[in-house]
């Protein structure tokens, strides 16, 4: 990397991306001279323990934890019979019987008892999306040495996260795959794109990290250009051959991704970033009835198990950001290696 902030040889990092990804794909980026990330949102303690072992015997380099800060709100049985309502002709098209799912969010923000696991291992990098953890949690990962990042969507969101202490702003653009992290508001309006919402951080000194829609050299080359201190990448790497993404994933994004994705509220509750399928056209891809963050994924998890065993990627999440460009046959070093040409230009 030009700067010493994560001490890695290269200005890249990729971008965790829960579900298509572990530990390997963050290896492969590390033992290529990039920030390797370990999307850890999704896991339990033994799982996380289990990657990160892996991680650590498999690489010296420095490496980045991903965690979700998002507020658990109720899930109310109103809120669930009327998104049930919505999906009932999908219900009955798969003979699921949704009378006994839960109300209960599988997804729980970062907590103290996640930390105590992680500090023995001191991870270099430690990154958070939907804002922050409380003020105690940033201070003991500094104490071990960490850096911590997180990502803007907007200006304010940038300010709010340096008025708490971040070593840098990962600025995520409107074209970045998967989840936003918007934490201030929910106006997607607001959000800019990628080098607009850079060239408005960049006024805050600190470190910037450029995040959404890079997947070429040259467009790697024009945010070198605008003085970032790194870029963020994660749909480039979707098709290489450490991702874990599934083969009905990678059909959709080999024909189907360039020019053809949206943001929607329908998988988990919160906006994110993916190719339009079946349920996406049926149902637009904001529906109301969309319950808070993450109890959408309840029932749309029992419709993507049912149609994915039927060979249908109609109601499966397939996160892609903005302009993507297919590479088939490819590992992460290559690509890694290949971003960095326009860096290195």
């Known amino acids: 990397m030009s700067n010493t902030l994560f001490n890695t040889e290269l200005a890249i990092i990729q971008a965790p991306m829960a579900g298509v990804q572990n530990a390997q794909l963050a290896v492969a980026v590390c033992e290529a001279g990039g920030l390797g ?35 658990v709100s109720p899930y109310s049985e109103a809120e669930q019979q009327q998104w ?20 209960k969010a599988s997804r729980q923000p970062v907590d103290q008892q996640v930390i105590d696991t992680i500090a ?18 940033i201070a003991q990962i500094k104490a071990w040495g960490g850096k911590v990042l997180s990502s803007a969507t907007t200006l304010d969101e940038a300010r709010w996260l340096k008025e708490r202490g971040v070593d840098a702003i990962i600025a995520q653009g409107k074209e970045a795959g998967g989840h936003r992290g918007c934490f201030l508001s929910m ?8 080098e607009q919402l850079v060239h408005d951080c960049l006024c805050l000194d600190i470190p ?10 040259e467009q790697v080359k024009m945010f070198k250009e605008l003085n970032v201190a790194a870029v963020q990448v994660g749909s480039a790497y ?39 399928n079946r349920i996406m056209q049926e149902l637009g891809a904001m529906p109301t009835q969309a319950p808070a963050f993450p109890y959408a994924s309840i029932a749309l998890t029992a419709l993507r198990l049912k149609a994915e065993a039927q060979g249908s990627s109609g109601f499966s999440p397939l996160w892609c950001g903005e302009r993507f460009k297919a590479r088939e046959g490819i590992n992460a070093k290559q690509i890694t290696a290949l971003l960095m040409q326009g860096w290195q230009s």
């Open 208 to 217: 910037i990290i450029a995040a959404g829609g890079i997947s070429t050299p």
């Open 37 to 71: 990330s370990l999307p850890c949102a999704m896991l339990s303690k033994e799982q996380l323990i289990n990657e990160l072992d892996y991680l650590t015997h498999h690489t010296n380099k420095p490496y980045n934890l991903n965690f979700f800060c998002h507020q």
């Open 187 to 194: 106006d997607l309006s607001s959000q800019p794109s990628t």
């Open 238 to 276: 979707l098709l290489c051959e450490e991702a874990t993404t599934s083969a009905l994933h990678r059909e959709a994004l080999k024909t189907t991704a360039a020019n053809n994705t949206e943001l929607t509220t329908l998988f988990s509750g919160r906006p994110a970033r993916g190719i339009r």
């Open 120 to 137: 023995t291992y001191k991870p270099p990098v430690v990154s958070f999306h939907f804002g922050l953890p409380n003020q105690e949690i």
């Open 84 to 103: 049930h309502e919505l999906l009932s002709p999908y219900f009955a098209e798969f003979e699921i019987d949704a009378s006994q799912f839960s109300r």
